[in-house]
């Protein structure tokens, strides 16, 4: 079992739409949780990081998490083309040398 | 906004040739990491580093070294590029007090 695994995609929505993208990890003493955003060709860049159980909210992104159920997700509102790309959720668990665990990555295309 | 950079952006080179791909950020965060990402795969880690003379292999064997003789510092040597090596490089670096991880822009890299 993968550390991290995310939705296998590619998921398509049309624009306007509600994205969501899921995210489930198997340590469950991880802390930390983050979505990156990694367009075609291009380095990742954090959209989101969220700690504590519940929903965190910034502009059209909502993280939501839930420790009990070892899942992280995250919901793109109204989305535009632009928000096509890969996102990648990354774990970090206290202890682990490694810092990040990245899942593999969802592709999301915003159909215009 | 996070200043890290990389060099060169892209470069062709031929087997057997020794590269030295270089990442460098200015602000003065200890830990740095090295990722390889082939096109539309997961990101791997190969090499990390907590700071000044720390460096650490990742969870993707790779045949690269790494060297952190100053802070800001953290290139990336293939002594004798294949084929095999051709992906993209990802540089990281995060301030010990955050949980934030930024990359650089990456070095694509193709081995002939």
């Known amino acids: 079992q993968k550390e991290v695994e995310q939705n296998s995609g590619p998921l398509s929505v049309p624009e306007g739409a509600i994205a969501s993208l899921n995210c489930t990890y198997s340590d469950r003493g991880s802390q930390s949780f983050f979505w990156y955003r990694q367009y075609s060709g291009k380095s990742p860049e954090l959209i989101m990081s969220i700690y504590s159980n519940g929903d965190k909210e910034d502009g059209r992104f909502t993280a939501q998490l839930n420790k009990a159920s070892q899942y992280v997700s995250l919901l793109i509102r109204d989305s535009q083309p632009s928000d096509s790309a890969t996102y990648l959720c990354a774990v970090r668990t206290p202890g682990s040398a490694r810092q990040l665990t990245f899942g593999s990555g969802t592709q999301l295309t915003v159909l215009p | 906004e996070a200043d890290i950079y990389q060099t060169p952006r892209y470069l062709v080179i031929g087997t057997g040739k020794k590269i030295t791909l270089e990442c460098s950020q200015t602000m003065g965060h200890d830990k740095m990491y090295w990722y390889q990402q082939d096109p539309g795969m997961e990101l791997h880690l190969i090499h990390y580093?907590?700071?000044?003379?720390?460096?650490e292999k990742g969870d993707l064997s790779s045949e690269s070294t790494v060297s952190r003789i100053r802070t800001e510092h953290f290139p990336l040597t293939l002594e004798s590029a294949r084929p095999s090596h051709t992906s993209q490089y990802l540089c990281a670096s995060r301030d010990i007090t955050q949980e934030t991880q930024y990359f650089g822009p990456g070095t694509r890299l193709l081995v002939l």
């Open positions: 580093s907590y700071g000044v003379n720390s460096t």
